[in-house]
């Protein structure tokens, strides 16, 4: 079974564009969150999507969007990207809404780098 | 604010040595625990987790870990440890009501 893609491995951005990453969850699972690592703030939580509705969010600014699709395929948008928002950005799928009683799957990553 | 608290950011050992990782949570009521490994070029996998029941947890590639809930604590054991365990190591808690919490990680050497 095909683990979490995520894509673009890699993005270089400028500060103020806006940016756009993609997961694919393993298939059958429903459920996508997305993480933001840095080596300051180690490894913080965006959001959960589940059936397409956002379940959880964590204490990042409105600059920072989701979305789930019907297949379960899961986007975060960036805008008016800022220095700070280099980051590694993990997206990791389940199989079930909310991550207490299921485990979570992690994809590579996406290194996004704003110059 | 509530939080995970990782004891060691870095930890460098020599092959056999015993490891023990520290992870302590500030979280009141039912918890379950985690953790997560970060081998050098892969993916976050999940070593362990701790939902209920014994509080001592068998993980893979011989790892443990003893939740000791009058402590807020979930310790990462290792009896020997190999090369093949350097990795950066994360301890996560999530309460029942709220969304998974990371520490800060403790990044393991271990020589050879």
């Known amino acids: 079974k095909a683990g979490v893609t995520q894509t673009p491995r890699y993005l270089i951005k400028t500060r103020g564009q806006q940016v756009t990453l993609s997961c694919s969850p393993i298939s059958g699972h429903r459920s996508v969150s997305w993480y933001q690592q840095t080596p300051g703030q180690g490894l913080q939580f965006l959001f959960e999507?589940?059936?397409?509705?956002?379940?959880n969010k964590g204490n990042f600014p409105g600059r920072f969007s989701g979305r789930q699709f019907s297949n379960s395929r899961s986007e975060m948008n960036v805008s008016t990207l800022e220095l700070g928002d280099s980051a590694l950005y993990l997206c990791a799928s389940s199989l079930a809404e909310g991550s207490s009683y299921n485990e979570q799957f992690f994809g590579p990553g996406t290194r996004l780098t704003v110059l | 604010a509530q939080s995970v608290s990782q004891h060691n950011h870095h930890v460098i050992l020599s092959e056999a040595a015993s490891l023990e990782l520290g992870c302590n949570y500030s979280y009141g009521g039912t918890v379950n625990l985690f953790w997560y490994v970060q081998y050098p070029g892969q993916h976050l996998q999940l070593l362990l987790k701790?939902?209920?029941?014994?509080?001592l947890v068998k993980g893979i590639k011989g790892f443990e870990a003893e939740f000791i809930k009058s402590k807020f604590s979930f310790n990462l054991r290792k009896p020997s440890v190999q090369w093949s365990d350097t990795a950066e190591y994360f301890c996560?808690?999530?309460?029942?009501?709220?969304?998974?919490?990371f520490g800060a990680g403790t990044q393991v050497v271990v020589t050879p």
């Open positions: 701790y939902f209920s029941g014994d509080p």
């Open positions: 996560a808690v999530i309460p029942s009501w709220g969304k998974l919490q």
């Open positions: 999507y589940f059936s397409e509705t956002q379940r």
